[in-house]
Every structure is written in structure tokens, then in C-alpha cells.
């Protein structure tokens, strides 16, 4: 039976590549067996660049190489049915991950959100970052507000007045597959949003030692 995905196809045996349709044939044991229900069609993690995905047609950090030589994301390769050994499915929505994700914010036009993210201590839907805006240091924040009746990411600061609202500069609609702000589309939420919007990459810190490990 064939299963379907967006853009692309597979079978419990073989994976078409999204991008020149050349097909891709599973790693088996030598009994001809597979290891589980996810495949190893034999790619190779790509680490230290960003690409699009043909699939989601998003910018990641997160990608693999097909052997055809086309890379797609490693969340839309094990939708296909692609094992990742590195990887643990459904990550993003990991509690332990959540926990330790680094949100890396780079390219937007106002330079000073730009940097590294951490979940604040004590809140899920909010990650902070020291930065300075208009010459003194504030934190940056993202965090997850409902805004008529949608849930959407923003990206502020305080103003230093305790009785002003804080200075938006990005949005985003939420992903509701993933519980951080990954796999988003920024866009300006006021006029101190300045073009370009920023790029989004994530990795994981973990805290045994092995420090951290992008994916």
C-alpha cells in the first residue's frame, strides 16, 4: 500500500526523492528484514548550513541528504517514513526538549533581537535573550499570546516604563505541531519590526555533559 505524503511518495520499502523523484530503496539486516516500522534509506545528517525544504518549503538547520544528494528536513523525512538515529520522533513536543531548546533569532532587520533564546525559568511559552535597544540592556522576550481568539508568538521588549505597554517587533502564527517557536513565519508587528524578518534555527542543551546538539 502506498502511503502519501505532501509533494512526495513512499512505500514501506522505498522513498522517492521531492525534488527529482529518484527512488530510494530501505538499509536491510541480512535476513532482508527492516529494523521497525521507520526506514534507514541511508542518508547523512548535514550539519553547519541552512537549505529549504522542498516540503515545507521552510529554511532549516535541521536536514538530511537523500543519496541522490537533495536534502529535505528531518521532520518531513521521518513523516515519510526515514529514520533519523540521531533524532527522537516527536521531539518538538518533548517535555525534556522543550526544556532545553535554544531558539537562534539571526538576520532581522532590528539587529538587536538577534541572538539566543532560552525558555525563562518558570514559564513554558516564554524564552528570553540579553540584548540592548535605544543604547541601554533590556530583554528581549518571545512569548505566546491570544490575539483575537489566535495564538501567535510575539517578539518584544520592555520599554523601562513599568506603565507602557512593551515594544512589539515580530509575530508569528503558532505552530500547533510543535510547543516552541519553531517552523514560524515572522512578520512585523509594529513599526519597530524593521525589514528583513529574522531567520529561526533551534538546537537542544543538554544538561549531561554532551552540551548541545543541533537538529
Known sequence: ????????????????CPTCNCEHHAKTDVFGNRNGSACDFDVREIFGITATCPICLYECSDVVALPCGHVLCKTDYQRMGGLVKSCIQNQENDEESIGSVLIHLRK????????????????????????RYNGEDVEYYIELRVVGGQKMWYLSCPTGNPSEPPVDFYKAQVNERCAYPSRVRWEAASLHGTFPSPKVSESYFRGNGKGACNL
Open 1 to 16: 500500500m502506498t502511503a502519501t505524503t505532501t509533494q512526495s511518495e513512499s512505500t514501506a520499502d522505498t522513498m522517492k
Open 108 to 131: 532581522a532587520g532590528q539587529h538587536g533581537v538577534n541572538g539566543t533564546y532560552q525558555r525563562h525559568h518558570g514559564y513554558k511559552n516564554k524564552y528570553t535573550s540579553r540584548g
